[in-house]
């Protein structure tokens, strides 16, 4: 019984290696038919004992693989010439690109009292563009 959980895990392990595989050549390939210089992520070292979780997505948080998702990235851009930079992931989602003020997103929607209103990944992608890179040297994305 042990073998078969082993064999199915090593199984879905390689399919979500395949799936990392692809989607990092697509962000890449993004990158180089937008003629974008700068891939820029979020730093998530240690996001699996700093983030707050539900039973609901605590297996999904465990299971995600963010490392091995931005190592695809970064050595698949740095074969085309594309730098890739990391960002503190605080509050990207939280600030207001528009007035820097910080409010929750309700449910997947960021509403913010200076009127700008947006769903909430795209606010974090929003932040990143313009967030510091976490080593402090920061070049323009």
């Not at 070292?45 to 998702?69: A, P």
């Not at 740095?78 to 605080?90: D, F, L, Q």
């Not at 309700?106 to 009292?113: E, G, L, P």
């Amino acid at each position: 019984m042990k073998r078969k959980f082993r064999k199915l895990d090593d199984k879905e392990q390689r399919w979500m290696k395949d799936k990392d595989h692809k989607v990092s050549r697509k962000i890449v390939s993004f990158a180089v038919e937008n003629q974008i210089s700068v891939i820029r992520l979020e730093q998530l070292t240690n996001i699996r004992q700093t983030t707050r979780t539900s039973c609901k997505n605590e297996k999904n948080l465990h299971k995600w693989s963010f490392y091995r998702l931005s190592t695809f990235i970064e050595y698949k851009a740095n074969i085309v010439g594309i730098k890739v930079e990391y960002v503190n992931p605080a509050y990207t989602s939280q600030s207001c690109p528009k007035c820097s003020e910080k409010n929750k997103a309700h449910d997947r929607t960021y509403k913010c009292q200076c009127g700008f209103e947006k769903h909430r990944d795209i606010v974090g992608a929003m932040n990143i563009r313009y967030t510091p890179v976490a080593d402090g040297n920061s070049l323009s994305a």
